[in-house]
C-alpha cells in the first residue's frame, strides 16, 4: 500500500487515476458512500486532506446539480397548487427542524445542524426557505455535510483501526447511520414528557 506525501498528491493528482473512484463514492446520494470512500481512499494511500477535499468537490457537484431543481421547484411553487402546498409543508418541517435546535431561530447554526442532522438537500431547502441566497444556503449546508463528513470518516477510520475488516467496518458504521438517529429520537420522545412536568 504505497502511501505518497502529500505535495506528491496534490501536484500529480490530476494524473491519479485513484482519486476517480473515491470521487464516485462520495457522489452516491446517501451516505453510505462516505465509509466506502474513506477505507478506499485510505487503501489508495490517499492523504486526508487531499480524501476530505474530494468530499467537498462532491458537495460542489452536488450543489451545481440541486440547485437548478430547487430554483425550478420554488417557481413552479407559485403558479402550481400542489407544488405549493408542498412548499408549505416544507417550511412546516423545517420550522419543526429549527425548535430540535434553536427554538425559532433559522440562524447560521441552526441551518449547518439541519444539513449535518439531516442531509445537504434538506439544508439547502431550509436555507432557501429562510430567505438565504444561492452561496450562503450553500455554505451552511456544506458546512453541515462536512462535519457529518468528519464524523463518519474518523468513526471508519477508527473502527477499522480495530475490526481490520473494510466490510465489518463498512456494515458498523452503515447500521450506526440508521440506528444512532433512531434512538436519539426515541430517547428525545422518553425524555421530553418528564422534562415538562
Not at 455535510?145 to 475488516?165: E, G
Request: glycine share 10%.
Amino acid at each position: 500500500m504505497p502511501h505518497f506525501p502529500l505535495s506528491r498528491q496534490i501536484f500529480g493528482l490530476a494524473q491519479s487515476p485513484s482519486i476517480i473512484p473515491v470521487l464516485k463514492l462520495f457522489l452516491l446520494p446517501v451516505g453510505g458512500g462516505i465509509p466506502a470512500g474513506v477505507l478506499l481512499a485510505r487503501a489508495q494511500g490517499l492523504a486526508w486532506p487531499i480524501t476530505t477535499g474530494l468530499y467537498l468537490v462532491s458537495d460542489v457537484v452536488l450543489a451545481l446539480a440541486f440547485e437548478p431543481f430547487l430554483r425550478l421547484l420554488a417557481a413552479l411553487g407559485r403558479k402550481i397548487p400542489l407544488l405549493a402546498r408542498l412548499g408549505a409543508a416544507l417550511k412546516a418541517g423545517t420550522a419543526r427542524s429549527v425548535a430540535h435546535f434553536s427554538g425559532t431561530s433559522t440562524g447560521p447554526l441552526t441551518l449547518v445542524m439541519i444539513a449535518f442532522g439531516v442531509d445537504p438537500m434538506t439544508g439547502r431547502a431550509s436555507a432557501l426557505a429562510a430567505g438565504h441566497g444561492f452561496f450562503t444556503g450553500w455554505a451552511f449546508a456544506i458546512a453541515g455535510d462536512m462535519l457529518y463528513f468528519a464524523v463518519i470518516a474518523l468513526t471508519t477510520l477508527r473502527l477499522n483501526s480495530y475490526f481490520r475488516d473494510p466490510n465489518t467496518t463498512m456494515l458498523i458504521v452503515l447500521g450506526g447511520m440508521f440506528v444512532v438517529p433512531m434512538l436519539v429520537r426515541y430517547v428525545r420522545s422518553r425524555r421530553a414528557p418528564h422534562s415538562i412536568c
